[in-house]
């Protein structure tokens, strides 16, 4: 009965999401439904083959394990430079700058070296080549997509680098959702990190569920990111195919060829390009942490010091926080205090949660994380998801997993309108036109992808024994 009750909920979400992709579309006449149903199946098909068909379940664990790897390797390095900070978490505790920061660095360089050999190339055309036979996309936008999935969204365009000035208005849309809908490996890797090591010893749902080793718990959300960003390509590719569908089939790219283009002249300058890069996206990772978590605790302080504190509304909010307990819901213990952005988001979002499958006492919960993800970005959202992992629902965790594996933020708008428009300056004009347009279609792809898992995946499913 439960599973019914959570196809019957994600269906729901599923129609829903679409609906709000046809309502702001730019052409509803022209939508192509059978792409719609195609990516939808492709969804479905990929959920149910990684989590139920041994051989493909068989592969991402060996996926998933090159990532733990990484994450071993990093760590390597790490305690080099820090030493104990990094092994002695029962006296330093786990500490962002020092566990999370240098994965980012060091993945950066292994991708580049990655790029240099041809191998990621290899990867990202076979997947690209199956989405454009599948799906009828041009040769840009098939290639696009299948890069967002490995690398991230400033980095997938130079694969399609040579295409971008004559992309049509449809195919550049479908470029920038994209890199909203999935992650960057880098941050893929250090999300495994950090929410496996708040995840440890306990599932934390069910007191008499086997406890988890740090390995198995990498083991676990490796896999689990990884299926969010390979299902969130089509997802992606719906949500801005029915947001502005290609008018004229003659106008589209049909060139299909990953430029010869190798960073850096030989695999040294190569790591060193790599290092760079990855020490840039390291220090803006951790610097937009601390701006915006300075950022959300001023706004709180206007909203409950100020404004709720002299209108007496953190009285009220409190007494409403105080009911939804009462009433078996969960909240973020800062929404208990008074008027403050995670209970406006949690209030904003809800319905939003249950309608992806979220069990009724999280609704609230998971409701403040979706709205941190877009308000603020998805590395503060993780690491909230953090804090809670062992306080949810195992189906809320696995929702709010899936749900927060994207780009999809304010912040990215700006990054793509930069990125992209610093290779493509004669569509920097459209970029900033489908700014918020990228980032509803990246949100919205992100969503659907979080409804089907909370439709398929089970907690036998999701802990992969």
């Not at 030989?266 to 990855?278: F, K, M, P, V």
Request: aromatic letters at 12%; one cysteine or more; charged letters at 10%.
């Amino acid at each position: 009965m439960d599973f019914v009750i959570g196809l019957l909920r994600g269906s729901i979400g599923i129609v829903f999401l679409l609906g709000i992709c046809y309502l702001l579309s730019a052409n509803r006449k022209a939508i192509s439904w059978p792409l719609v149903l195609k990516g939808i199946a492709i969804q479905l098909v990929l959920a149910i083959a990684i989590l139920y068909v041994p051989f493909i379940r068989k592969l991402f664990d060996i996926a998933a394990k090159f990532f733990i790897v990484v994450l071993d390797f990093t760590e390597a390095g790490s305690k080099f430079l820090f030493g104990n900070m990094i092994t002695d978490l029962n006296t330093f505790g786990y500490i962002f700058v020092f566990q999370v920061l240098p994965t980012i660095v060091f993945f950066a360089a292994l991708s580049a070296v990655l790029y240099y050999l041809g191998i990621l190339q290899i990867i990202i055309y076979v997947f690209a080549a199956v989405m454009k036979k599948i799906m009828g996309l041009s040769g840009s936008e098939s290639l696009a997509a299948a890069a967002n999935v490995f690398i991230g969204q400033t980095e997938a365009p130079l694969i399609v680098k040579p295409y971008l000035e004559r992309m049509t208005r449809s195919e550049l849309l479908c470029l920038m959702t994209g890199g909203m809908a999935t992650i960057a490996g880098g941050v893929f890797a250090a999300y495994i990190g950090f929410l496996s090591n708040s995840f440890v010893d306990t599932t934390g749902m069910d007191p008499e569920t086997a406890t988890l080793t740090l390995e198995a718990a990498k083991n676990l959300f490796a896999q689990h990111l990884l299926m969010a960003s390979i299902i969130s390509a089509p997802a992606a590719i719906v949500a801005s195919k029915i947001l502005y569908p290609q008018v004229d089939e003659k106008d589209v790219v049909q060139e299909f060829e990953i430029p010869k283009d190798k960073i850096g002249s030989n695999i040294l300058e190569a790591i060193s390009i790599g290092t760079t890069d990855g020490l840039k996206l390291a220090v803006n990772v951790g610097a937009m942490l601390l701006v915006f978590t300075a950022l959300v605790s001023m706004l709180n302080f206007a909203l409950s010091d100020i404004i709720g504190y002299y209108t007496n509304f953190n009285g009220v909010v409190s007494n409403f926080a105080g009911i939804l307990q009462n009433q078996g819901f969960k909240v973020q213990e800062s929404a208990m205090i008074g008027l403050n952005l995670e209970f406006i988001l949690g209030l904003l979002f809800a319905p939003v949660s249950w309608m992806l499958g979220v069990p009724k006492q999280d609704i609230f919960l998971v409701g403040q994380l979706l709205g941190q993800k877009t308000v603020i970005n998805e590395f503060f959202a993780y690491t909230e998801l953090a804090k809670v992992t062992t306080q949810l629902n195992i189906k809320s965790l696995i929702i709010a997993t899936y749900a927060l594996c994207g780009f999809s933020n304010f912040a990215s708008i700006g990054i793509q309108i930069g990125g992209i428009g610093a290779i493509a300056p004669g569509q920097r004009k459209t970029l900033a036109e489908f700014g918020i347009k990228a980032l509803i279609g990246g949100t919205i792809a992100c969503f659907l992808t979080a409804a089907i898992a909370g439709m398929l995946v089970n907690a036998e499913a999701f802990i992969f024994q």
